[in-house]
């Protein structure tokens, strides 16, 4: 069993930053794929940003590429996000999920394994 915990969210205006955090519980971190997804109100969650075990490789949504950074540090067992140049379309619950499963980098929700419990980004006209 994992467990996901993200923080990190909060109102921010846009054109401003926020860095998501999602602290993952088990020994075996550093195998895990990882991921960030979005769900805003009345729409489906969709894909955010997803890192390989080591950080090697990475793959985000094409609407957060160039104002995103994913990134883990896996002695601490945590992944992040780190959001510049927000837009108010960002706003959404953010979820963090895991893949243990052997395979690559996931780009879809039905390939998580885990999910945390979300976070609320807010982001202000």
């Known amino acids: 069993q994992v467990q996901l915990v993200e923080s990190g969210g909060g109102l921010v205006q846009a054109g401003g930053s926020l860095r998501l955090s999602c602290a993952a519980s088990?020994?075996?971190?550093?195998?895990?794929?990882m991921g960030w997804f979005r769900q805003a109100p009345g729409k489906e969650r969709e894909f955010v940003a997803a890192?390989?075990?080591?950080?090697?490789?990475?793959s985000y949504a094409d609407s957060v590429k160039g104002r995103f950074t994913i990134s883990r540090d896996n002695a601490k067992n945590t992944v992040y996000l780190q959001m510049n140049s927000l837009k108010p379309e960002d706003t959404a619950v953010y979820y963090c999920?895991?893949?243990?499963?052997?395979?690559?980098?996931?780009?879809?929700?039905?390939?998580?394994?885990?999910w945390g419990q979300g976070t609320t980004v807010t982001v202000s006209s």
């Open positions: 999920a895991a893949d243990v499963k052997p395979g690559e980098v996931f780009t879809t929700e039905g390939k998580a394994d885990y």
């Open positions: 890192i390989s075990r080591r950080g090697g490789t990475i």
């Open positions: 088990g020994r075996t971190f550093s195998s895990y794929f």
